[in-house]
């Protein structure tokens, strides 16, 4: 029961986890449990803030070069990525994250329209980013961008398509690194959906459509021959 919980249960348990991102994870879900738990007025108090909160280090992954890049494209055109073919498009033509690609996911109007699930506190907001010249032709603007398969399966499948020691998550730093080299620092901020709150521009300014897609012409996406 949830009113027997206390700081050395759960100090025992996370004590006992095999990796710095699992300890993470863990309290920040302990913590949500515990707050919903006092908001019900189930437990008078939260046992998780006695836990110290220790932010795993990320590893920062290069962008993918050309070569790599054209290596990944040329195997996606293989049959065993038929299900999961736009899925992995969508994370190199417009840097999303994979809980991004989901079922309101659409393309409108030349844009490619999707939730930003970055955003806290339960906002909605949604991140519109141009369809790139170079995607034409090889996304199929027919069938969902989603995945018929688990996330998981999903990027368990791109990792065959991907050179050797690389993982999906770089086709975003991919995207980013490509469009930094070209378009404007805040349109591209717009696009990876990173830091809404802090920009100027989410607020005062607001970029027309044909502004968008003259910036994301800019950009030289590697495409295989």
């Known amino acids: 029961p949830i009113r027997d919980i206390r700081t050395s249960d759960i100090d ?16 920040t879900i302990f913590n949500s449990i515990f707050k919903y738990a006092m908001a019900s007025g189930i437990v008078t108090y ?12 990320r590893e920062n ?24 073919r ?20 659409r393309f409108e109007d030349g844009f490619l329209i999707c939730r930003n699930r970055k955003r806290k506190n339960g906002k909605k907001a949604y991140k519109k980013i141009p369809v790139p010249r170079q995607a034409v032709g090889l996304i199929d603007f027919d069938s969902p961008l989603k995945s018929p398969l688990s996330y998981d399966r999903t990027l368990d499948i791109m990792k065959k398509a991907l050179p050797e020691g690389t993982i999906p998550y770089q086709l975003r730093h991919t995207f980013a690194s ?42 030289s996406f590697v495409t295989a021959e």
Not at 15 to 25: A, H, W
Request: hydrophobic share 35%.
């Open 46 to 57: 939260n046992p998780v803030d006695m836990i110290p909160f220790r932010r795993a280090e």
């Open 12 to 27: 025992e348990l996370m004590n006992s986890l095999d990796s710095p991102r699992k300890y993470e994870d863990m309290r």
């Open 61 to 84: 992954r290069d962008r993918l070069t050309d070569a790599q890049i054209a290596t990944f494209l040329r195997n996606l055109r293989k049959p065993e990525f038929d299900r999961t």
């Open 178 to 219: 490509l469009c930094d080299e070209k378009v404007k620092r805040e349109v591209v901020e717009l696009w990876m959906g990173d830091s809404p709150e802090r920009l100027v521009g989410k607020t005062y300014i607001h970029y027309s459509d044909e502004f968008m897609r003259g910036e994301m012409d800019k950009v």
């Open 86 to 105: 736009n899925f992995a498009y969508a994370m190199y033509f417009f840097g999303l994250r994979p809980c991004e690609i989901d079922d309101e996911a």
